[in-house]
């Protein structure tokens, strides 16, 4: 692994949606905001191999669906500029090992796919040195992800009606995609139009993106945010303030069932029984139309460690065993709205998927 790490200072009087990029391309090298360092530190790693990229998204140092996307674009171009260092005959053929790599490097987030299938399809018909190609499509794939999450942010804060609090869960924010987010998109795009008042967000055990990284991101922003342990969000919801719950994905099947950070699910049962609102907001290269519903969605299953210890201290029984999947599905049936780049689905079903994959991105 490279060493070559370095701190970087935010200018605290900037909101930090301008500033803090996840994944960033400089000096033909990836490098990537170390996210498991937040809050305590603003430090990136400076990667320059394929290996390296893969190894930083299986241990989440890039993390959010649509940022891990990003992270696999430039992968590809540093795997095929070695290959055709190395190869210029072969380059094509032997960059097979270094795609499966970055595929196998975690499973739930479709974006992955997406973005390596897109890099595929540049690949294909390249004659000569192809980096420069690759690099150009990579930076595509970067720039449309913050210019969708834009979009989706003026297209959810469109359907927040009166002015309110919201929940979130996790981290679907500057950090997790190329820029400005996708559920955080909407809620300071909300914010800024005066329609939200508070954020809550839910701590998200056992990884901690709510404690760690949204509250960091909006508390930065300067908007009032309020954290809570997960287990306490159907008593917030009963009490009736929170008119909106707004989540990101990392999987939207065909028929609108919606994969994402654990305990997802069941913060909307508890919405649906409160009454309150639940919103996903993810852009289309999210949506996976090969799999007809949820229950085909690979869910990441990840180290007992995570559970059995906490800031390196042990927390559980010795020998108890542990399950601790990363992600769940939410049926289709408990999402009242989901945003996309293209529009927007009410109630999505399997006809709205077809009809939003089918259209261009919305004027
Ligand atoms: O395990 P993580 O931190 O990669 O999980 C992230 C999430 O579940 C996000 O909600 C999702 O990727 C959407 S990010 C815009």
């Known amino acids: 692994m490279t060493d070559d790490l370095f701190m970087t200072e935010l200018n605290p009087l900037a909101d930090v949606s301008e500033q803090v990029c996840a994944v960033v391309w400089r000096d033909n090298a990836l490098e990537l905001l170390d996210q498991r360092l937040l809050p305590g530190a603003v430090r990136y790693q400076r990667l320059t191999t394929v290996n390296e ?24 171009v540093l795997a095929a500029r070695a290959r055709y260092a190395k190869d210029p005959a072969a380059w094509q053929t032997r960059i097979s090992v270094d795609l499966a790599l970055l595929a196998d490097s975690r499973p739930t987030a479709v974006n992955l796919c997406w973005a390596l299938q897109r890099m595929e399809r540049c690949m294909d018909g390249l004659a000569g040195d192809p980096a420069a190609a690759l690099l150009a499509e990579a930076r595509a794939i970067h720039t449309e992800d913050i210019a969708a999450n834009r979009r989706m942010g003026q297209l959810g804060a ?17 950090l997790a995609t ?7 998109g909407v809620i300071r795009a909300g ?7 508070r954020v809550y967000a839910d701590e998200t055990r056992p990884w901690l993106q709510g404690a760690r990284l949204t509250a960091w991101e909006l508390v930065q922003d300067r908007i009032p945010t ?16 929170v008119r909106w719950v707004i989540v990101g994905a990392d999987r939207i099947a065909a028929n609108g069932d919606v994969a994402n950070k654990i305990g997802t699910y069941h913060l909307a049962l508890a919405a649906r029984y409160h009454g309150v ?10 949506v996976d139309m090969s799999l007809a519903d949820g229950s085909a969605i690979p869910i990441e299953q990840r180290a007992a460690e995570e559970l059995l210890s906490l800031g390196g201290q042990p927390v559980a029984a010795t020998g108890v065993e542990v399950w601790n999947p990363s ?16 529009g927007v689905a009410l109630q999505p079903d399997a006809r709205q998927l077809a009809r939003l994959m089918a259209s261009r991105d919305s004027e």
């Open 53 to 76: 990229t893969a190894r930083a998204i299986r241990d989440m140092v890039v993390r959010g669906a649509p940022a891990i996307g990003i992270a696999v674009g430039y992968g590809v």
């Open 158 to 174: 469109a359907l927040l009606g009166a002015r309110g609090s919201v929940l979130t869960h996790c981290n679907a924010g500057a």
């Open 178 to 184: 190329g820029g400005y987010g996708t559920a955080l």
């Open 191 to 197: 914010y800024a139009a005066g329609l939200i008042d």
């Open 226 to 241: 309020t954290l809570l342990a997960d287990a306490a969000a159907a008593a917030l919801l009963r009490q009736g303030q």
């Open 277 to 286: 609102r639940f919103m996903v907001v993810a852009p289309t290269s999210t």
């Open 327 to 342: 992600f769940d599905v939410t049926p289709a049936e408990l999402v009242d709205a989901l945003v996309t780049e293209r």
